[in-house]
């Protein structure tokens, strides 16, 4: 079985600092693994994906994720926050030939002028 | 091009009233599925159709819930005699099916209210 926890419901940065939002995983098998942005009344955007090829993931938006698996993390970071990237962002995890997503609890970022 | 479609935005119902959701996928996507966002349960998945294979209904919370994909396109969610609890946002995602690490691209939702 899958499972994500995302380690802070609510994250408050200010504009131009950087962005850490957390998320550990447990799989049973080799994960694969997301982070999607819901921004307020809008649907579920794809932000980056873990594909087992590289363990640093580029994704929109200047933002980065790190898959440590010895940490069982996967952790999304950017170096300067915008106010554009005020929204919920929500961890996911599926199996590497899976198809059913299973969500985090997900984290609001708010981000302050 | 288009992207996930769902239909209607939004639904107010009464309890007990049958309902039916419907979602058109992106064109030439092969998987498809459901979810259901409510405030208490966060994002769950519901069901999985891939093709003409059966579909993975595990995720179904009751035998009044029920989907069928037509045409291996247009997909419908039914909820009969709604109740209150199943008030939530019920979205769709499809994909393109068969690779090993596919991107699901989801719809605006449908939000139900059931009063």
């Known amino acids: 079985a899958q499972s994500v926890t995302q380690l802070d419901s609510h994250v408050s940065v200010s504009e131009g600092t950087p962005v850490l939002l957390r998320c550990n995983y447990s799989s049973s098998y080799s994960p694969s693994l997301f982070w999607y942005v819901q921004h307020p009344n809008k649907g579920l955007q794809l932000l980056l994906k873990?594909?087992?090829?590289?363990?640093l993931v580029k994704g929109i938006n200047g933002f980065e994720a790190e898959f440590k698996k010895s940490e069982t993390s996967f952790h999304l970071t950017k170096p300067s926050a915008h106010m554009s990237d005020a929204a919920e962002y929500f961890c996911v995890v599926s199996r590497q030939y899976g198809n059913k997503l299973v969500f985090g609890a997900g984290t609001i970022l708010r981000v302050k002028s | 091009g288009a992207g996930v479609s769902q239909s209607p935005s939004n639904k107010v119902t009464e309890k007990g009233k049958d309902v039916e959701l419907r979602c058109d996928p992106i064109?030439?996507?092969?998987?498809l599925y459901w979810y259901r966002q409510s405030l208490g349960q966060g994002l769950e998945f519901l069901i999985y159709f891939q093709g003409n294979s059966a579909p993975d209904k595990s995720g179904l919370p009751s035998d009044r819930f029920s989907a069928e994909r037509t045409g291996g396109s247009v997909s419908t969610l039914t909820i009969q005699r709604t109740q209150q609890e199943d008030s939530a946002v019920y979205l769709c995602?499809?994909?393109?099916?068969?690779?090993?690490?596919?991107?699901?691209?989801f719809g605006p939702g449908t939000r139900l209210t059931v009063l």
């Open positions: 873990y594909t087992s090829a590289a363990t």
């Open positions: 064109s030439g996507h092969t998987a």
């Open positions: 995602a499809s994909s393109l099916g068969g690779l090993e690490v596919d991107t699901q691209y």
